[in-house]
């Protein structure tokens, strides 16, 4: 394994190098927000100053740069994420939006054409951030579906077995995550989507906190939709995409009507495009979906396997400190492959820690991550989190685990 150049790579993200209160920023919040690098900045900044125009409707030379932009974004990120003949990508806002896209298009048919119905079943593991829940909480409520989640054990995970029993000939989609945001916890989710679609289901997985890292090329799992943000993988904020099979994509009816997702319209009715235009009504965030992609082709320029076992060595390091502090409690101490820690630490309050931090310069999260349901489930309230990007340094751990035992010695 060859080390990551981290003071090369550090320069190329601007943001870093930055004091905050008089120190050294320690940005350890990359679960929620990576920073963006140089390239991805210039890419959009290029096209902001030399391509900008609306896409696919002009015949004009600005008109068809952005176009080819923008499709030649779409191939490349195609190509990142491993998705075959048989994919299609559409471009959202991000993971929520593509989720939503996911589970509105499955009953906004109505009870006689959508792919939901009343007395069918959705499996939601128990792990999800909010995109994936509630999305499907509404999903059941409008088709009459049952939602029934697959839930974590004492130490937040899932299991394979567990969602055997749960799958019936009734279960029309099974939604899970490639990591939990909130734990760090990694389920077995080959296997379940693998299990779910021989079952007849459709599979659904949010790859938010996976996509950037070692994942199987999407060929390669039995998933019909996938879902990821760009602000997770170096890219910019309000990107991301829906990737799935061509006939699974044909299943959703299009929730965002208007323009650029039809053929013909009378005042009377409408005839859809063909995908993915079908699923990209309105003008896009052009520009983003090339800072996306120039993320994509900067993580494949780092390789994802050795940033993966820089993150891992990072995490573990984090994991073995802060445990050695008295009272505080890692959550999944098991997940080796988790890029983040989640911990909570007896009768100190997770922000008064992320606070006491934040005034040495480390900038972490604190709260429930958006999976209350899992920390109520785990018996826990909101935790602290210190999530890691490939420019992080054991040093910056080092200076964590220090501000946490500091925190604590303070406060309680
Ligand atoms: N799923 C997971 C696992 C996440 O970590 C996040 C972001 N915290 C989301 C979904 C939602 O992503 P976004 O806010 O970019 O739509």
């Known amino acids: 394994v060859r080390d990551l150049p981290l003071a090369d790579l550090r320069a190329q993200f ?4 930055q004091s905050i209160h008089g120190h050294p920023l320690a ?10 690098p140089l390239a991805v900045q210039q890419a959009m900044q290029r096209f902001e100053q030399h391509d900008r125009a609306n896409i696919h409707r002009g015949v004009h030379t600005l008109s068809q740069r952005a176009t080819d932009a923008f499709e030649a974004a779409r191939a490349t990120l195609k190509g990142f994420i491993g998705a075959g003949q048989e ?9 929520t939006e593509a989720l ?24 939601v593991s128990g792990l999800e951030h909010h995109a994936n829940l509630v999305p ?11 939602l029934v989640i697959l839930r974590p054990d004492a130490q937040g995970r899932v299991h394979v077995q567990d969602l055997q029993a749960l799958l019936t000939p009734a279960t029309r989609v099974l939604a899970i995550t490639a990591g939990a945001n909130a734990t760090g916890e990694r389920p077995p989710y080959e296997e379940m989507l693998a299990l779910a679609r021989a079952a007849g289901a459709l599979t659904v997985l949010d790859a938010a906190q996976a996509v950037g890292h070692d994942m199987l090329p999407l060929t390669a799992l039995d998933c019909d939709f996938m879902a990821f943000s760009g602000h997770k993988m170096y890219g910019p904020m309000g990107t991301g995409a829906l990737v799935g099979k061509r006939e699974a994509l044909q299943l959703l009816y299009p929730v965002r009507l208007g323009g650029d997702m039809v053929d013909w319209v009378s005042y009377e009715a409408a005839g859809y495009a063909q995908l993915p235009a079908r699923l990209e009504g309105g003008t896009p965030n052009v520009a983003g979906a090339v800072g996306l992609a120039a993320a994509a082709q900067f993580i494949a320029g780092v390789g994802r396997s050795a940033m993966d076992q820089h993150l891992h060595a990072l995490r573990a390091q984090a994991l073995a400190g802060l445990s050695a502090i008295g009272g505080v409690t890692v959550l999944a101490p098991h997940a080796t492959q988790a890029t983040l820690v989640s911990f ?3 009768d100190v309050h997770p922000h008064d820690i992320g606070t006491l931090l934040d005034e040495r310069g ?6 429930h991550h ?16 210190a999530s890691f990007a490939l420019y992080n340094t054991a040093e910056e751990v080092d200076r964590l685990i220090a501000a946490v035992a500091h925190a604590i010695k303070v406060f309680q």
């Open 362 to 367: 480390i900038a972490v999260r604190t709260g």
């Open 344 to 346: 909570v630490a007896r």
């Open 14 to 17: 601007p943001l870093l190098a």
């Open 370 to 385: 958006c999976a209350q349901p899992l920390l109520d489930h785990l018996g826990l309230g909101p935790t602290t989190r």
């Open 100 to 123: 939503n896209l996911v589970a509105q298009g499955l009953w906004a048919a109505g009870p006689a054409k959508a792919w939901l119905r009343a007395g069918e079943r959705i499996i």
């Open 87 to 95: 994919h299609e990508l559409i471009f959202t806002s991000g993971t």
């Open 136 to 146: 499907w909480q509404q999903a059941a409520r409008m088709s009459g579906a049952e």
């Open 27 to 36: 940005y350890l919040d990359n679960a929620a927000t990576t920073q963006t």
